[in-house]
Nanobody, 118 residues
Framework: QVQLVESGGGLVQAGGSLRLSCAAS????????LGWFRQAPGKEREFLVG????????YYADSVKGRFTISRDNAKNTVYLQMNSLRPEDTAVYHC???????????WGQGTQVTDSS
């Protein structure tokens, strides 16, 4: 059974930082592109960041470029999202995803809540 399990969300001050982790199991991790998406209440799902198989190529949405960084550790079957300079509008449920094509993921995590309180 493929599972992607996010962790690291929580409540953070505006301007603060969080690092989200997504641990994968049940798949050959290095064969998948990875990404992070978010969805705020009443909003459409938003693509944030993607990373290719080895980590050499990354993709960033304009809304997070320069603030968020994606990385992967294939030895640990884990993808990370480092979030800096958080803003109230970053409040959302953050999901990691894995796929052959990251914009149409094959697998999704259950999500972790990130809340910027001010």
């Amino acid at each position: 059974q493929v599972q992607l399990v996010e962790s690291g969300g929580g409540l953070v001050q505006a301007g603060g930082s969080l690092r989200l982790s997504c641990a994968a199991s049940g798949l050959t991790f290095r064969f998948y592109k990875l990404g992070w998406f978010r969805q705020a209440p009443g909003k459409e799902r938003e693509f944030l960041v993607g990373i290719n198989y080895s980590g050499g190529t990354t993709y960033y949405a304009d809304s997070v470029k320069g603030r968020f960084t994606i990385s992967r550790d294939n030895a640990k079957n884990t993808v990370y999202l480092q979030m800096n300079s958080l803003r109230p509008e970053d409040t959302a449920v953050y999901h990691c995803a894995a796929g052959i094509m990251i914009m149409a993921p094959n697998y999704w995590g259950q999500g972790t809540q990130v809340t910027d309180s001010s």
